[in-house]
């Protein structure tokens, strides 16, 4: 039992990463990114193609390497979430919804099939991993590249939770999720925050993607396909827009993986995951922390 929670809470700490960019994004301007995954599977190629370069000019092992890539990485996917809204959203912002969504779609098939030219159609092998001996933790073998990955997950959230809480630019952020026209007769700079909170999503895939490579040992250019419907999943749970309720999702789905893969092996993880969802939703449709919403007509 205490393996089962460990390894889900592992894995949903991934999951958390990636779908809190989808939360914060679709908060903000009510847009479904799609594409999201896929920064998630670019942070895994840029940190596969920075780590070569870097594992023999920065001393000190895999770890320093690691962490060096991981910043490099969160900076690389950031800027592309930031290109990507500048050039696919932004021109459609005030354009119907399903305008913005098959734009979403396109960009998720540009950015898969880019990297698959410049890196080719086989899974690469990522170049760095961390060694060390497991440890036993209330009755769960926990390894050293699962604690210091949990760290690096948690602490990532901890600080985005202080920057839209406790910040100016969160409160920027958390005004434009509430009245955007408001905000611009108020003189925020609508556009700067709206790119600055791509940037920060897009950032946390990234790193999540350089994780992910770092701890499975294996990257291909569709391995963000699959992510993004589980952070979409994870987002929808807890509440699409709640930074809190998305972390909770997050952590919710990975443990229903972990059990259903023992229950009833892994071929029926997706399905019990996507099965749940559909159900949950049926109950309660506003997500675990969502709040039920009345538009004015």
């Known amino acids: 039992m205490a393996q089962l929670i460990w390894n889900g809470l592992f894995v949903g700490s991934f999951y958390a990463l990636v779908a809190l960019g989808y939360s914060m994004v679709y908060g903000i301007i009510k847009l479904l ?85 410049v890196a080719g159609p086989n899974p690469q092998v990522y170049p760095v991993r961390l060694d060390g001996a497991s ?61 600055r909170t791509f940037f920060i999503g897009s950032a946390l895939a990234g790193a999540a993607g350089v994780m992910s490579g770092a701890y499975y040992g294996k990257i291909d250019f569709l ?15 807890g509440g699409i827009g709640n930074m809190k309720g998305t972390m909770l999702g997050a952590l919710v789905l990975g443990l229903l993986e972990s059990f259903s893969t023992d229950w009833f092996g892994g071929q029926w993880r997706d399905v019990f995951a996507f099965g749940f969802l559909i159900l949950f939703l049926t109950v309660r449709p506003t997500g675990l922390l969502g709040d039920r919403v009345t538009e004015r007509v």
């Open 223 to 237: 391995m963000g396909f699959i992510i993004g419907l589980k952070a979409f999943t994870a987002a929808v749970i």
């Open 135 to 195: 440890v036993s933790l209330l009755g769960a073998e926990v390894t050293v590249q699962q604690i210091v990955f949990m760290a690096v997950a948690v602490g990532l959230m901890i600080a985005l939770n202080a920057l839209v809480m406790h910040s100016r630019q969160g409160r920027a952020m958390r005004a434009i999720a509430l009245d955007p026209k408001a905000c611009l007769m108020m003189g925020v700079n609508v556009d700067a925050v709206i790119s």
């Open 33 to 117: 990114n799609f594409a999201h995954g896929d920064l998630y599977m670019l942070g895994a190629f840029s940190g596969y193609a920075m780590v070569g370069a870097l594992a023999a000019a920065v001393p000190g092992g895999s770890l320093i390497t690691l962490l060096v890539v991981l910043a490099l990485a969160m900076l690389t996917t950031g800027l592309s979430g930031v290109m990507l809204e500048r050039v696919a959203y932004r021109p459609l912002r005030g354009a119907p919804r399903l305008s913005l969504l098959i734009t979403a779609v396109g960009a998720s098939f540009a950015l898969e099939y880019g990297v698959r030219i």
